[in-house]
Each structure stands twice: as structure tokens, then as C-alpha cells.
């Protein structure tokens, strides 16, 4: 079973940054994207930024020059560099990864969530 671990969140001023990092629980081959989706109070969760394999990248118009995703395809991981963050950036943020499965399909793995506050 693959578990994405995520850390990094927590309480900063505007205009602050953080990194988010989620890293799956064991390799994993056939990765076909890996994304970042946050959910604000009251509202549905949305797409914050996404990277494939390829290492192409999309970014939600609120976030772009502001936000970087990155990826290290050896360690599983994936990167959400957010400066110049805003109180409107607060939110449950979740990592996403997209594996290509044995039938040629994919498979969605979620991380738990975590907690991005930007507040004075």
C-alpha cells in the first residue's frame, strides 16, 4: 500500500514562505503526475499545481509566480515551494500522486493533509 507522507505546513505571516514536501513510503515506477490540491473552508478542493513525469508543470492562476512544484523522481517526493503567501492561500493542502497501473489505468494516492495558515 502506498502512503504519501506530507510536512511542512503550519502558521505564517503574509508575504512568508513555506515548502511542502510529500514523500511516498516506497519507490514507486511508474509515477504519472504528482500534484498539490488544497481545500479552504467552505469551498471545493482545487488544483494548486502539477507535475509529470516529464516534468511539465500547471499552476492555478492564483498561484502562479508565487508557487513552485518540483519534483525528485529517485526519492518519490514532491516539492511545493509557496513565497509570498497570502491570507487567501490558507488551507488544507494534499498531496496527489497518479500511478500507471497494471491494466494501463491509474490509481490516485492521497496524502492526509496538511495545514497552511497565513495570518498576521
Known amino acids: 500500500q502506498v502512503q504519501l507522507v506530507e510536512s511542512g505546513g503550519g502558521l505564517v505571516q503574509p508575504g512568508g514562505s513555506l515548502r511542502l514536501s510529500c514523500a511516498a513510503s516506497r519507490m514507486i515506477f511508474r509515477i504519472y503526475a504528482m500534484g498539490w490540491y488544497r481545500q479552504a473552508p467552505g469551498k471545493q478542493r482545487e488544483l494548486v499545481a502539477v507535475i509529470s513525469s516529464g516534468s511539465s508543470t500547471n499552476y492555478a492562476d492564483s498561484v502562479k509566480g508565487r508557487f513552485t512544484i518540483s519534483r525528485d523522481n529517485a526519492k518519490n517526493t514532491v516539492y511545493l515551494q509557496m513565497n509570498s503567501l497570502k491570507p487567501e492561500d490558507t488551507a488544507v493542502y494534499y498531496c496527489?500522486?497518479?500511478?500507471?497501473?497494471?491494466?494501463?489505468?491509474?490509481?490516485?494516492?492521497w496524502g492526509q493533509g496538511t495545514q497552511v495558515t497565513v495570518s498576521s
Open positions: 496527489n500522486t497518479q500511478v500507471v497501473a497494471p491494466t494501463g489505468g491509474k490509481d490516485d494516492f
